[in-house]
């Protein structure tokens, strides 16, 4: 059964602070690892796909990275308008078209 | 271009009413999937099509019912509502990837629906 954990659940950083997210997974061949992000009351929004160990991807204050067993979301001197949750999926060759999502992990940066 | 729409965005039903709630795209996706958000549970895929008149049971799919009759509509129906499926509902949709490929799913503004 393919699996993502997230961590930490929740996170508070003070702007410019920067930090990490992890999410682990378990998965019977990994397809793709998806990282979206998720505004109160909306619809997650996707960031970025990441498709084999070593891929790194980027946009503006976000590094997303990926390991066999782990991906990582960087965040370089946040801003309060990076406050959201962040979610992580990933596509299993065996789960036909299937997403298993993580529980996220809470993003709350201070000005 | 809209993207993914959800209709409606907030409802209230009591037990046993029944309700339907309406996802369109306008991309040209052939594949439109059904989630449902809960606290402490993340995203759960409830039914998914692969293409116009195709539907396929996802994680929890018990209770609620779905339909594919045109390519941009994705029609998910509650027979009898039930306080434990009071939750918030996403629809997202994504075009047909490659062979062994992934590619990425799109997101609609989601509908909260109350079970009272």
């Known amino acids: 059964e393919d699996q993502v954990t997230q961590s930490p659940e929740a996170l508070r950083l003070q702007e410019g602070e920067s930090s990490s997210l992890n999410c682990s997974y378990t998965?019977?061949?990994?397809?793709?690892l998806f990282w979206y992000r998720q505004d109160p009351g909306k619809g997650p929004e996707f960031l970025f796909t990441?498709?084999?160990a070593g891929e790194e991807k980027e946009k503006e204050r976000l590094k997303a990275t990926l390991t066999k067993k782990e991906s990582f979301l960087h965040i370089t001197a946040p801003k309060p308008e990076d406050s959201a949750t962040y979610l992580c999926a990933v596509q299993a060759g065996t789960s036909g078209s299937r997403l298993t999502f993580g529980e996220g992990t809470q993003l709350t940066v201070n000005p | 271009n809209a993207g993914v729409t959800q209709t409606p965005k907030f409802r209230v039903l009591k037990t046993g009413q029944s309700m339907t709630l309406l996802c369109a795209q306008d991309m040209n996706h052939e594949y439109m999937y059904w989630y449902r958000q809960d606290p402490g549970m993340g995203l759960r895929l409830i039914h998914y099509s692969v293409g116009e008149g195709t539907t396929a049971k996802g994680e929890v799919p018990d209770g609620y019912n779905v339909s594919r009759l045109k390519k941009q509509n994705f029609l998910l129906g509650l027979e009898s509502a039930a306080p434990s499926q009071t939750s918030v509902y996403f629809c997202?949709?994504?075009?047909?990837?490659?062979?062994?490929?992934?590619?990425?799913?799109?997101f609609g503004p989601g509908t909260r629906l109350t079970v009272l």
């Open positions: 998965v019977s061949g990994l397809r793709g």
């Open positions: 997202a949709s994504r075009r047909l990837a490659g062979v062994g490929s992934a590619d990425t799913q799109y």
């Open positions: 990441l498709y084999s």
